[in-house]
């Protein structure tokens, strides 16, 4: 059962475009959500984060939105570049002692030139 | 200096041998976990260490034993391996357990391919 869902494997964009990568998640419990990029061979490494009470956060190019009567969230990186090819997970925890992250599936973005 | 260092990157082994994955991490965190990213590309939770103290086993296999000898560290070892086991595991540490607004810092992966 999948609690965290990515339904686009890949998305090519433009160099220059926004992209917005989306995610949905089904477990209520959800307290905070995370972004992380992934570049082949190596470890997912941290890029943005929202708590579940607000509904914007912000840093340089990339913008989380999250809709909680939705239970969805999307990730946003405008202008696109290169080096931003790579894929991105979509991760949730819950608060309390238990603070493992459920990700989900990744959706593979390719900027194209 | 690597923030959440594994060993070894790649490992290639035979079914039924028992082998071990060693994570460390020099961010002075108290929680550290393992990972799996197996052929569906699916990342999910093993195991949760806080202060050297079991908090989170998923649905693991007994043959699956972490082993932590100081909050620094979290081993992974691995007995009888089969061909299921092969994936990518990812060593993990975050500042404490409970604090709720903390990411995750990840190792490199180790590629682990049982034949």
């Known amino acids: 059962d999948q609690q965290v869902k990515q339904n686009s494997p890949s998305l090519s964009v433009q160099e220059g475009r926004i992209s917005i990568l989306n995610c949905d998640y089904t477990?209520?419990?959800?307290?905070?959500f995370l972004w992380y990029k992934k570049y082949p061979a190596e470890g997912p490494t941290f890029l943005i984060s929202i708590s579940s009470i607000k509904d914007k956060n912000e840093d340089g190019r990339f913008t989380v939105f999250l809709n909680k009567s939705a239970k969805h969230l999307s990730l946003h990186i405008v202008p696109s570049q290169p080096g931003d090819s790579a894929v991105y997970f979509c991760a949730a925890k819950t608060g309390g002692g238990a603070d493992g992250l459920t990700f989900g599936k990744g959706t593979h973005l390719i900027i194209q030139p | 200096d690597t923030a959440v260092s594994q060993t070894p990157k790649y490992l290639v082994t035979q079914m039924g041998n028992d082998k071990s994955i060693k994570c460390e991490q020099n961010l002075g965190h108290d929680t550290m976990y393992w990972y799996k990213q197996d052929s569906k590309k699916f990342l999910k939770i093993m195991f949760s260490?806080?202060?050297?103290?079991?908090?989170i086993n998923e649905t693991v296999p007994n043959r699956f034993s972490p082993k932590s000898p100081d909050k620094a560290h979290l081993n992974l070892h691995i007995n009888s391996l089969e061909l299921g086991d092969s994936a990518v595991y990812f060593c993990?540490?975050?500042?404490?357990?409970?604090?709720?607004?903390?990411?995750?810092?990840f190792g490199q992966g180790t590629r682990l391919t049982v034949v």
């Open positions: 260490y806080n202060n050297k103290e079991l908090i």
């Open positions: 477990n209520s419990m959800f307290d905070y």
């Open positions: 993990a540490s975050s500042l404490r357990a409970g604090v709720l607004n903390t990411e995750a810092f």
